[in-house]
């Protein structure tokens, strides 16, 4: 059974930072592309961040210089630290996990970005 559990969500001051977590469990995690997506009430669901390799990194533009990517295949873990929140930040975070036709997403976590 394929498991993405997210955590590290929370409420935080703008300027603030978190630290989402996701630990995944029955897939080979090291095969798949690892991703951040968010969607906010009202938006459709959109990519943050993904990763596979060291060097195989992408961010959109909207957090560019924000937000750091990192996976450890050793665990199983991807991480996505955020910096200098703002309130268009807020919303639910999904991790994704997607290795050719397989594609699986964690049950989200609340970030809301508010003073």
């Known amino acids: 059974q394929v498991q993405l559990v997210e955590s590290g969500g929370g409420l935080v001051q703008p300027g603030g930072s978190l630290r989402l977590s996701c630990a995944a469990s029955g897939i080979s995690f090291w095969l798949y592309d690892m991703g951040w997506y968010r969607q906010a009430p009202g938006n459709q669901r959109e990519l943050v961040a993904t990763?596979?390799?060291?060097?195989?990194?992408k961010y959109s533009d909207s957090v560019k210089g924000r937000f750091t990517v990192s996976r450890d295949n050793g665990q199983n873990t991807v991480w996505l630290q955020m910096n200098n929140l703002e309130p268009e930040d807020t919303a639910v975070y999904y991790c994704?996990?997607?290795?050719?036709?397989?594609?699986?997403w964690g049950q989200g976590t609340q970030v809301t970005v508010s003073s």
């Open positions: 990763i596979f390799g060291a060097r195989n990194i």
């Open positions: 994704n996990a997607e290795w050719g036709s397989r594609n699986y």
